[in-house]
């Protein structure tokens, strides 16, 4: 019965269920499994010492919750005896640390004996935990507080330290195996301490008989190691980086949840993109929201929430005691913000440590001191004489700069707010679409990566040659065609990929993901002849891409080229409809390949199974309708329309220019190239003398969509400017549905697009 | 390679006038279709094209660009073009975006082989 019990699994330090722990499932898993198993690990039959584990940590990646809930799990399985504690972040010195170490061991411990989890809440003395200790574990109790108070009045800081750190090892084997979780994060807190904190816990853990998992900052916990004389190779490593995308949803929606916080899927995806996947940041700003009893359904309630948090909230106090903490002194602490805030905006990535000790006014010890300890929280790179300040979080470039503003620029703070909330909403719609680009861009790197020596039809490197064959078919008549293609195509074997920004910075401007610089071997055999770089473009271009376009691109890649030395390449340039016979011309004249956005669909299906996104529906009051883009799918919104038309007496003719609208609508909305869900959500509202269509989809919104709203009447077609023709086409549609509708407007929306329209009864009955 | 994928489009030709049946919905993939069916039949030294549209129900401003292309192309070699049985809706459509300015439309196909005055010297299936 008991055993049931446990299994249940009761919630003792986690701050959260374990079933609304997301995220770091798989982490979890992997350290749990590390305290079951540690010590009986094999490696080729032979047992290996795999007692300790590392836990690495990015800053702000979140740990405190990941080991509370191993040791939740621990608890509840009665295998080992967990042990947890966290360095406090308020205790000044190692001493009162170790102490409450020494504490915290022996409440967790006799918590778990006596199996009552609610003692670990509570604060006791250590006379209250010999009254409650187990009479098994009296003995080495009594001993163990005799030791610790003839320690703690001798005069060495460092013995009485050690002798805490070192406690659990009196624990007698035959009372329970012990697992210890230390969580470091704020061993930095302690870097002034007159005893060497760092180095005690890696001596008291790594050189003791029992397994461990110690995290912390990953530099910190490195070099503590290393200084400590620990043995790498006996020990496991888990590294924790911010959470992945789909992780960092899971928090969000799970913290929103959790805290009764309303968001939607647009403010959901600007949190994780803003917040950089930091389970810190993410559960601050929802805690705050929470707080405030606010609902993050729009990026204005998010943006405001994200500068009051930057301005007093909890980001701000974040960020400022780490601030204080490097530099405790206001004067050092103005020059650093001054320093870090000058070198990010003005891309002056790296400075010397001499600058910095000029700037700064301060010796060499404490400059050192002070990269060190911004190195530790990667504020900055340092390597012993250059400083870097480009890499940190946009967060912290954003405390940063509104702090300068304040503090040395004396700014009224009514500005600043006004102009960090400004920039922020300005930034939101280009965070998320700078996302959506990445995506659509990671897909072109992503599908090199897969270039594994296989056989593909050479169509679909062939643009023209495709067109020819394919135009007007279906899926299954192409897909047909190609698998009776007898002409193909040996890939090469890609062995590394990057972006062309990385190997040539003049292409950011092009969005860092269009291009891809795929280092690769032909006909399976590595040697120089069959060396090959295929230099990979995804071209911007709604219509077919003219030969400017693409000749532009080609030298571009062509430059990229002979700056690197690469010696055979292989263009290859992708452009969603394809190229102009001029343009599919001058591929012939380059010797390059050139796809369509579908030839790479294609290509991407016959290497890869893709996988679908999740469908949602909701609303009750009103008809509504999710259809996944292309397929035709617009004329299955024509015909719900039209019953719903055909109840409220339309007309014939005015059902056909409802469907005709909606139909269009539906083809505008699938143009929008980077919708992530690709899917169209339509509500249809009847009212008593209207119908009321709305047509919304995610992605980024075609610039100037606004305007083929606003302008004149249809314009009738200009057949003589082809090239312009087919710009116009674009507007077509917006202007046939103005035309057919008595009322259109887009309706204000953070992301995508979303277009209302309206028919009344009496005006198309007229 | 193989030859061309069929492209499912009824046509047959009257004399050196090409009739072709667009489909129930004109959208991109049945525009291209018939741009396709058409460049075949003015290829094969048809002087004029009609456009059936009886069966058609619905289009959309990319079919209706795909028109336009086709009507071009007809043009340049001199070739006329008829739009046939186009219902009222899909005229409106037309009209709105100045389209039966570029070509003549008839009541139904015969009105259109009348109108082109081509002799109806064999009928010929050429493809289902």
């Known amino acids: ?766 | 390679m193989e030859e061309s994928i069929k492209s499912h489009i009824r046509s047959h030709c009257v004399g050196t006038t090409a009739v072709v049946y667009a489909s129930d919905y004109l959208n991109k993939l049945t525009g291209e279709r018939i741009e396709r069916e058409c460049k075949k039949q003015l290829d094969s030294g048809a002087r004029a094209l009609v456009i059936d549209f009886s069966d058609t129900e619905l289009v959309n401003s990319i079919g209706i660009s795909i028109l336009l292309g086709i009507i071009d192309i007809a043009e340049k070699i001199g070739a006329l073009v008829v739009f046939s049985d186009v219902n009222d809706e899909t005229v409106q459509l037309f009209d709105m975006l100045g389209l039966t300015r570029h070509v003549v439309l008839a009541r139904d196909e015969q009105e259109a082989l009348s109108g082109l005055s081509t002799p109806p010297t064999q009928t010929q299936a050429i493809s289902h």
């Open chain 1, 1 to 766: 019965m008991s055993h049931n019990r446990h299994e249940e699994g009761r919630q003792i330090l986690g701050r959260v269920k374990r079933d609304q722990f997301v995220g770091r499932v798989a982490e979890l898993q992997r350290l749990v499994s590390h305290a079951t198993q540690s010590g009986r690990l094999e490696r080729a039959g032979h047992p290996v010492d795999r007692r300790g584990l590392l836990i690495l940590l990015a800053p702000l990646a979140g740990v405190s919750e990941l080991l509370r809930q191993a040791y939740d799990e621990l608890f509840n399985k009665r295998e080992s005896v967990p042990i947890y504690f966290a360095l406090p972040q308020t205790e000044a010195t190692a001493v009162s640390a170790a102490i409450e170490f020494l504490n915290t061991f022996l409440l967790q411990y006799i918590a778990f004996r006596r199996d009552e989890p609610s003692l670990c809440q509570l604060s006791l003395t250590l006379n209250d935990l010999v009254q409650l200790a187990p009479a098994d574990d009296l003995p080495w109790i009594e001993e163990l507080i005799e030791a610790y108070n003839l320690q703690r009045f001798g005069k060495d800081d460092r013995e009485l330290v050690r002798f805490c750190l070192t406690a659990p090892n009196r624990v007698p084997s035959r009372n329970g195996r012990l697992y210890i979780f230390f969580d470091a994060v704020q061993l930095a807190n302690y870097a002034d301490s007159s005893v060497p904190l760092a180095a005690e816990i890696v001596r008291a853990l790594v050189f003791s008989k029992l397994p461990f998992a110690l995290a912390g900052l990953r530099r910190e916990v490195l070099d503590a190691v290393g200084r400590a004389g620990g043995n790498f190779d006996s020990l496991d490593v888990l590294r924790l980086e911010p959470l992945g995308e789909e992780d960092a949803r899971k928090l969000v929606v799970s913290a929103a949840h959790r805290h009764q916080v309303a968001i939607n899927d647009e403010t959901r995806d600007l949190l994780v993109q803003q917040l950089e996947g930091s389970p810190f940041f993410i559960t601050a700003m929802l805690e705050a929201a929470r707080e405030n009893n606010l609902a993050l359904e729009s990026y204005l309630a998010c943006e405001r929430l994200y500068v009051d948090e930057l301005m007093g909230g909890r980001l701000n106090r974040y960020f400022t005691s780490v601030l204080e903490h490097i530099a405790p002194e206001p004067e050092t602490r103005a020059a650093v913000v001054r320093l870090l805030c000058e070198a990010v905006p003005t891309g002056n990535r790296t400075a010397s440590f001499e600058a910095w000790r000029k700037r700064l006014k301060l010796d060499s010890v404490g400059v050192e001191q002070l990269l060190r300890a911004l190195h530790i929280q990667e504020l900055v790179n340092w390597d012993g004489e250059t400083v870097d300040a480009a890499g940190a979080s946009s967060v912290w470039k954003d405390y940063l700069r509104s702090r300068f503003r304040l503090d040395a620029l004396r700014e009224p703070r009514a500005l600043v707010v006004a102009d960090v909330m400004a920039e922020a909403l300005k930034r939101a719609p280009q965070t998320i679409a700078r996302h959506y680009r990445r995506v659509a861009g990671l897909r072109l790197r992503e599908l090199l990566g897969e270039f594994n020596a296989q056989l593909v039809p050479k169509t679909l490197f062939d643009f023209a040659a495709f067109a020819a064959r394919y135009k007007g078919a279906t899926a299954d008549e192409i897909a047909a065609g190609l698998d009776a293609d007898t002409a193909l195509l040996r890939l090469p074997q890609v062995f590394h990929t990057a972006s062309g920004v990385s190997l040539s910075p003049e292409l950011r401007q092009f969005g860092e993901e269009s291009s891809v610089v795929a280092r690769a071997f032909e006909r399976g055999t590595y040697t120089d002849d069959n060396e090959i770089v295929w230099l990979v473009a995804k071209l911007n271009s709604k219509l077919e891409a003219d030969r400017s376009l693409v000749e532009t691109w080609c030298d571009r890649l062509a430059g990229l080229a002979r700056q690197s030395g690469f010696i055979r390449t292989q263009l290859w340039l992708v452009a969603n409809e394809g190229f102009s016979p001029e343009a599919i011309e001058l591929l012939r004249e380059r010797n390059a390949y050139g796809s369509s956005q579908q030839q790479f669909e294609l290509l991407s299906a016959r290497l890869s199974e893709g996988a679908g996104a999740p469908q949602q529906s909701d609303d009750a009051n009103e008809f509504s309708l999710i259809l996944p883009m292309g397929g035709d799918n617009e004329l299955l919104a024509a015909t719900i329309v039209e019953q719903v038309a055909r109840r409220l007496n339309f007309s014939p003719e005015a059902i056909n220019q409802i469907k005709t609208a909606i139909v269009e609508a539906c083809i505008n909305a699938a143009e929008h190239s980077l919708s992530p869900d690709r899917k169209i959500y339509q509500r249809f509202r009847v009212e008593n003398d209207r119908l009321v269509i709305t047509i919304s989809s995610r992605g980024i919104v075609p610039p100037d969509i606004q305007g083929y709203l606003e302008e004149g009447p249809v314009e009738e077609i200009g057949r003589d400017e082809s090239e312009d023709q087919a710009e116009q086409r674009r507007g077509w549609g917006l202007k046939l549905i103005r035309t057919l509708m008595d009322e259109v407007e887009f309706e204000r929306v953070d992301e995508g697009t979303s277009l209302r329209m309206t028919k009344y009864l009496r005006k198309s009955a007229q």
